[in-house]
């Protein structure tokens, strides 16, 4: 482990903090005749520490629940808190990690994760010796002069998430945060977060429509209904941590995923087209689509 986290005590263990609560939290979206409910009565908590995956199909109001409690979107009806005070507005305490990093093009690595810590007026020196014990935890040592655009897309997330773990936040909020990487480097960063996340024990709460991924990662998966969006089911995953790759070939993991595909799959509501034959384009009763 680094200097910079020995030094800097696990923030949730070290004094419970990273508490969320999610209080009948309804978010309608859109004007006059276009208006609906995105996020429909969500209420949960989440402790302090736990690794909380909210998984979900497109457009289900997984990134509108994390606007809440990022304090970007404020909810039409009921309240978000933090560990007791409501969420009101954006917050270093509560770091988010997007998709597509955030990172200033103009300033070298080092400076874009020493950003935070300027901002609170840490001084030059001390600023990049944290910095530079950060990049080392995610595996940048030696590319602290670089700029983002230098860097592969990997490289360029495990600088998003030290930029805001330097903050050292409360809770991590992370919307599809390695939706844009290939398969392997998508598990590289995983164990990655796992690791950073085993002994920071900063409570997060990651968004996320692939199963394999939640059931990697969580302890528990809140799995979301297409819109509106609602938790329709808690999923507990008891695999003992760390977590290796061998899970994700385990049986139990084959049955949880299964579990999850079928909650996922949307009901068909549509009625089933009619088949035709390929050769003649009529039906079982010999008409054609356009006479039906
Ligand atoms: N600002 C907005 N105005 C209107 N509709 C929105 C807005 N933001 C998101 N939506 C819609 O709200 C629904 C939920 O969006 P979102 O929370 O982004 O879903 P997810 O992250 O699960 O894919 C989607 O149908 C999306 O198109
Ligand atoms: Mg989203």
Redesign the pocket.
């Given at each position: 482990m680094s200097a910079v986290l020995k030094s800097v005590p696990p923030v949730a263990t070290q004094s419970g903090t990273g508490r969320l609560d999610i209080d009948q939290v309804s978010i309608h979206?859109?004007e006059g005749a276009q208006r609906f409910v995105?996020l429909d009565e969500v209420t949960l908590t989440i402790e302090p520490g736990e690794f909380v995956c909210l998984l979900?199909p497109?457009?289900?109001?997984?990134?509108?629940l994390l606007g809440a409690l990022a304090g970007h979107l404020q909810p039409t009806h009921g309240e978000a808190r933090l560990d007791g005070l409501r969420i009101a507005g954006p917050d270093p305490q509560r770091g988010l990690v997007f998709q597509h990093h955030t990172l200033f093009p103009w300033l070298s690595v080092q400076d874009n994760v020493a950003y935070g810590l300027k901002m609170r007026g840490v001084s030059r020196s001390e600023r990049l010796n944290l910095a530079q014990a950060l990049l080392e935890e995610v595996g940048l040592q030696g590319f602290e002069r670089r700029y983002p655009h230098a860097l592969s897309g990997g490289m360029q997330q495990r600088v998003e998430i030290a930029r805001v773990l330097i903050n050292q936040p409360r809770v991590l909020l992370m919307d599809e945060p390695f939706g844009a990487l290939d398969a392997l480097t998508r598990l590289k960063m995983q164990e990655l977060l796992l690791s950073l996340w085993g002994h920071l024990k900063t409570t997060i709460v990651f968004?996320t429509h692939d199963i394999d991924e939640a059931l990697f990662m969580a302890d528990r998966i809140l799995v979301m209904s297409p819109?509106p969006?609602r938790i329709v089911e808690e999923i507990h995953v008891e695999a003992e941590r760390p977590r290796q790759s061998e899970w994700l070939t385990s049986t139990p993991f084959a049955h949880l995923k299964r579990h999850c595909l079928d909650l996922l799959r949307e009901p068909d509501t549509t009625l089933p087209l009619e088949r035709l034959n390929p050769v003649t384009g009529l039906n079982r009763r010999g008409i054609r689509s356009s006479e039906f």
């Open positions: 979206l859109g995105a979900g497109s457009g289900c109001g997984k990134s509108t968004v819109r969006g």
